[in-house]
Nanobody, 125 residues
Framework: QVQLAESGGGLVQAGGSLRLSCAAS????????MGWFRQTPGKEREFVSF????????YYTDSVKGRFTMSRDNAKNTVYLQMNSLKPEDTAVYYC??????????????????WGQGTQVTVSS
């Protein structure tokens, strides 16, 4: 069992920055690939970013490339999402997710077994 808890969401003006955190507890954190997803009302949950267990590789959806940076601190069992140059269209509930890493990764929410409760990010224009 892995428990995930996001924090760091809030209200920010367009062009501003936020850093989301996701603290994990339970099983060995280093065994897990971690993802960030986001969801707005009436829409499906969408992939934002992924990081491999040792942080050597990261992947992003096109709309956030160059603005968002995902990282992890395995000593603290925490992953981060640094979000810069925020846009109103980034407004969503952001979720972190975890799944055992077997050498490949997925953009599909259905491939992730563990989820946090989400944190709201609102970007005003």
């Amino acid at each position: 069992q892995v428990q995930l808890a996001e924090s760091g969401g809030g209200l920010v003006q367009a062009g501003g920055s936020l850093r989301l955190s996701c603290a994990a507890s339970g099983r060995t954190f280093i065994n897990y690939g971690m993802g960030w997803f986001r969801q707005t009302p009436g829409k499906e949950r969408e992939f934002v970013s992924f990081i491999t267990p040792y942080g050597s590789n990261t992947y992003y959806t096109d709309s956030v490339k160059g603005r968002f940076t995902m990282s992890r601190d395995n000593a603290k069992n925490t992953v981060y999402l640094q979000m810069n140059s925020l846009k109103p269209e980034d407004t969503a509930v952001y979720y972190c997710a975890a799944d055992l890493y077997r050498g490949s990764w997925s953009r599909s929410p259905g491939e992730y077994y563990y989820w946090g409760q989400g944190t709201q990010v609102t970007v005003s224009s």
